[in-house]
């Protein structure tokens, strides 16, 4: 269960890193050039 439950983590967090990268790239694209 422990096991599980880091992996869980350990998933989420590259799917949060994920989502947030593309927000940036979308955010610095349409940001000032």
């Not at 599980?4 to 940036?24: A, C, G």
């Amino acid at each position: 269960m422990r096991t599980n439950m880091r992996t869980n983590m350990r998933t989420n967090m590259r799917t949060h890193m994920r989502t947030h990268m593309r927000t940036n790239m979308r955010t610095h694209m349409r940001g000032p050039t």
